[in-house]
């Protein structure tokens, strides 16, 4: 399905701009009009981490006239195995004026807006409406939820794509012409299920492969070019090396954008709504939880614990704490590593930040471990508490 153009041309190119647009405007379907489009387009990022990087470079060369950048981030040396926008000077710069730094110097001509915050939906409405189109790069489901609501109630199209390991999901909501993401996903997938890339991985490149399906369908979209990725859904293997079209329906019992939606403004609490940890965890947890300085304590002490790492063994390659065993959290939750723990010790289980373990401490109660607990904050805490000099990732 053609659409038409999202953006009306400006009125005209500089010298300048035609000697730098010129591979651009020989292409007959871009040409003069495409390229005036583009300079009067207005394109929001939100994130300026892995997708955001390659996203808002290509975008800036491509001659967007404007770019914001949505990040309340700083740049850390953990993000530069893929967030090519930032280098070594910008570790501990905040990643929007980082971001806005290196258009700058890709392409001067850019007008770059920086919103140092973070999006909230308070702010998304009026931020979003100063936008022609938004380009959706973040890492977390509480967000993804509500840039779609505030997309869909602000009729907004907008580009959306994740990453997770060796695998990539791109499409265009756009709820005028089709889908929006509830239509796609109605639930956010129950907390623990999807790890978020800092506990999982991804491969470096794959924020490229995936940035650059979104900077393609952005051109397309505010230029009218081509088939934008409206009601399908593109996904990529990079191991497999496939890219897969899946199409997408509306949904007509879409709580937004359904023929009667329950959903007519945003969440009063996205976080809620995604849930930080299953409601059993929550449980679980009640009571149940130390701090890492409780843990150093009850270590100095020489109280007689049974400390559980149960993250994966790639993690455990990273840093791990004095005196811990691994048992990753699959084989306590299948039941597979119940034998392994003491009757007659105090347990006490971590993971990376504690959702995993919290998980974990749920299961092992089922089992009749009542008194064991979990480390809020998990081995991150740790490092920044307790000892700084353990590699963090
Ligand atoms: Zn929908």
């Given at each position: 399905?053609?659409?038409?153009?999202?953006?009306?041309?400006?009125?005209?190119?500089?010298?300048?701009?035609?000697?730098?647009?010129?591979?651009?405007?020989?292409?007959?379907?871009?040409?003069?009009?495409?390229?005036?489009?583009?300079?009067?387009?207005?394109?929001?990022?939100?994130?300026?981490?892995?997708?955001?990087?390659?996203?808002?470079?290509?975008?800036?060369?491509?001659?967007?006239?404007?770019?914001?950048?949505?990040?309340?981030?700083?740049?850390?040396?953990?993000?530069?195995?893929?967030?090519?926008?930032?280098?070594?000077?910008?570790?501990?710069?905040?990643?929007?004026?980082?971001?806005?730094?290196?258009?700058?110097?890709?392409?001067?001509?850019?007008?770059?807006?920086?919103?140092?915050?973070?999006?909230?939906?308070?702010?998304?409405?009026?931020?979003?409406?100063?936008?022609?189109?938004?380009?959706?790069?973040?890492?977390?489901?509480?967000?993804?939820?509500?840039?779609?609501?505030?997309a869909v109630l602000l009729g907004k199209p907008y580009v959306w794509g994740s990453i997770y390991r060796f695998?990539?999901?791109?499409?265009?909501?756009?709820?005028?012409?089709?889908?929006?993401?509830?239509?796609?996903?109605?639930?956010?997938?129950?907390?623990?299920?999807?790890?978020?890339?800092?506990?999982?991985?991804?491969?470096?490149?794959?924020?490229?492969?995936?940035?650059?399906?979104?900077?393609?369908?952005?051109?397309?979209?505010?230029?009218?070019?081509?088939?934008?990725?409206?009601?399908?859904?593109?996904?990529?293997?990079?191991?497999?090396?496939?890219?897969?079209?899946?199409?997408?329906?509306?949904?007509?019992?879409?709580?937004?954008?359904?023929?009667?939606?329950?959903?007519?403004?945003?969440?009063?609490?996205?976080?809620?709504?995604?849930?930080?940890?299953?409601?059993?965890?929550?449980?679980?947890?009640?009571?149940?939880?130390?701090?890492?300085?409780?843990?150093?304590?009850?270590?100095?002490?020489?109280?007689?614990?049974?400390?559980?790492?149960?993250?994966?063994?790639?993690?455990?390659?990273?840093?791990?704490?004095?005196?811990?065993?691994?048992?990753?959290?699959?084989?306590?939750?299948?039941?597979?590593?119940?034998?392994?723990?003491?009757?007659?010790?105090?347990?006490?289980?971590?993971?990376?930040?504690?959702?995993?373990?919290?998980?974990?401490?749920?299961?092992?109660?089922?089992?009749?471990?009542?008194?064991?607990?979990?480390?809020?904050?998990?081995?991150?805490?740790?490092?920044?508490?307790?000892?700084?000099?353990?590699?963090?990732?």
């Amino acid at each position: 399905m053609a659409l038409p153009p999202l953006v009306e041309p400006a009125a005209e190119l500089s010298v300048d701009e035609i000697r730098r647009y010129s591979r651009h405007l020989i292409i007959p379907d871009v040409g003069m009009d495409g390229q005036k489009r583009l300079k009067n387009a207005k394109v929001l990022a939100v994130g300026a981490g892995g997708l955001g990087s390659p996203t808002l470079l290509y975008l800036a060369a491509a001659g967007v006239g404007t770019l914001g950048i949505i990040d309340f981030d700083t740049v850390d040396e953990s993000n530069l195995q893929r967030q090519i926008i930032h280098g070594v000077s910008d570790i501990g710069t905040p990643k929007a004026e980082s971001a806005a730094r290196s258009i700058a110097e890709v392409n001067p001509l850019v007008n770059v807006v920086i919103h140092n915050t973070a999006l909230d939906r308070d702010n998304v409405k009026e931020i979003f409406s100063q936008y022609d189109l938004i380009v959706d790069g973040t890492d977390n489901f509480a967000t993804r939820y509500m840039v779609n609501d505030a997309a869909v109630l602000l009729g907004k199209p907008y580009v959306w794509g994740s990453i997770y390991r060796f695998d990539g999901q791109a499409s265009v909501f756009w709820e005028e012409h089709g889908p929006c993401y509830r239509c796609l996903y109605p639930e956010p997938p129950p907390p623990g299920m999807v790890p978020s890339c800092a506990e999982g991985g991804v491969l470096g490149v794959l924020c490229a492969s995936i940035g650059s399906i979104q900077v393609n369908e952005a051109i397309k979209l505010i230029t009218g070019i081509g088939e934008p990725l409206v009601g399908r859904l593109m996904v990529y293997d990079a191991l497999e090396m496939e890219y897969r079209k899946i199409k997408v329906r509306k949904d007509p019992n879409c709580a937004l954008c359904g023929d009667n939606p329950t959903v007519t403004d945003l969440l009063e609490d996205y976080e809620d709504f995604c849930g930080a940890v299953s409601e059993e965890a929550q449980e679980a947890v009640t009571g149940s939880t130390i701090t890492v300085r409780e843990l150093k304590d009850w270590q100095d002490s020489g109280k007689d614990i049974f400390l559980v790492d149960v993250r994966e063994p790639a993690e455990w390659e990273i840093n791990r704490i004095p005196g811990a065993v691994l048992i990753p959290k699959g084989e306590i939750l299948s039941g597979e590593a119940l034998a392994k723990f003491p009757q007659d010790k105090q347990i006490v289980l971590h993971c990376k930040s504690g959702v995993r373990s919290a998980e974990a401490l749920a299961a092992l109660k089922t089992a009749g471990f009542k008194d064991a607990v979990h480390v809020q904050g998990g081995i991150v805490s740790w490092v920044s508490v307790i000892d700084p000099s353990l590699p963090s990732y």
